[in-house]
């Protein structure tokens, strides 16, 4: 069963992502706890990580990075095209004041960078827009908005449940060159029609369920995206090996003397990995064999 669906209006001027990223956001929080509004925010900028990026090309990718001034510090969040996504928050621990209710408070004011990776350019696209709410949908339509002139609607939702979320998903509708007026007030006069995602998503909503009432009214075309999203780190021993290694014979000597095994987590996923004395002694010994200049 796919997660993720594509459609595009017959009039080619409307198109949509639509997804249901329960598993993917659950996998994110398989090494490590969150705070509701943390997991929250988390859930829903992964999800609009992986919407956007499924609209890109091959090997392209997409990258949230909200940096406020609120109590979560930062949220950062990035998909490939082919379904790899990611997420991290600089302190995922963080709840709101005591009084403020609005989850937006929880980034504050700030701004939000896009980061576009280009596997063939030095250098990756970027772009920068102030924090508009915080609440990660309204800010992703905002930049889409200011950065590409692209009218867009994003619902993003998730539920923290005891162990990760209870369900997360969402949708992303954007307008193409050459929408008419009578596009966006059709879009508009649907909007208030439309249940809350989260309420849908509870009752095991599919892809297709999120965006029914714009499915009933347009004539689209399913367009086939053959990845499914999941969460991907990256991270791996040789990667840790290698960041020890960073450190310099002297933290390592250091180590070894101490006779600790070195624990290392992940920063992104919390995986934590272990070396031996033997094993950081061979790093070390690594070290030596450098040929110095
Ligand atoms: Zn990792």
């Given at each position: 069963m796919a997660d993720l669906k594509k459609f595009l209006s017959k009039d080619g001027t409307i198109r949509i992502a639509t997804v249901i990223s329960t598993e993917t956001v659950n996998d994110a929080f398989r090494y490590f706890e969150a705070s509701p509004l943390a997991k929250t925010l988390m859930a829903r900028a992964l999800t609009g990580a992986i919407l956007m990026a499924s609209q890109m090309k091959e090997r392209l990718g997409t990258a949230l990075h909200f940096i406020g001034e609120g109590p979560l510090?930062?949220?950062?969040?990035?998909?490939?095209?082919e379904g790899g996504a990611k997420v991290y928050c600089e302190n995922r621990s963080a709840e709101l004041p005591t009084?403020?209710?609005?989850?937006?408070?929880?980034?504050?004011?700030?701004?939000?960078?896009?980061?576009?990776?280009?596997?063939?350019?030095?250098?990756p696209?970027?772009?920068?827009v102030e924090i508009y709410t915080g609440?990660?949908?309204?800010?992703i339509a905002y930049y889409l908005n200011q950065s590409h002139q692209i009218p867009a609607i994003v619902s993003l939702a998730a539920l923290p449940a005891e162990k990760g979320v209870e369900i997360a998903g969402g949708y992303l509708i954007e307008?193409?060159?050459?929408?008419?007026?009578?596009t966006i007030q059709k879009l508009?006069?649907?909007?208030?029609?439309?249940?809350?995602?989260a309420k849908k998503l509870q009752r095991g909503a599919t892809p297709e369920d999120l965006i029914d009432i714009?499915?009933?009214?347009?004539?689209?075309?399913?367009?086939?995206?053959?990845y499914k999203p999941h969460y991907e780190c990256g991270c791996s021993i040789e990667r840790v090996e290698r960041s020890l290694v960073l450190l310099g014979p002297g933290t390592l000597d250091e180590m070894i003397e101490e006779k600790e095994t070195a624990e290392i987590g992940c920063e992104f996923c919390g995986r934590k990995y272990e070396l031996s004395i033997a094993e950081l002694?061979?790093?070390?010994?690594?070290l030596d064999e450098v040929p110095v200049h």
């Open positions: 510090k930062s949220i950062f969040a990035s998909a490939q095209y009084g403020v209710t609005n989850l937006g408070a929880g980034l504050g004011a700030g701004r939000l960078d896009v980061i576009q990776s280009r596997p063939f350019e030095r250098e696209l970027r772009g920068t609440e990660i949908g309204d800010d307008l193409m060159p050459g929408y008419t007026e009578e508009e006069n649907l909007q208030p029609l439309l249940e809350s995602t714009y499915l009933d009214n347009f004539e689209f075309e399913e367009i086939t995206h053959p002694q061979k790093l070390r010994d690594s």
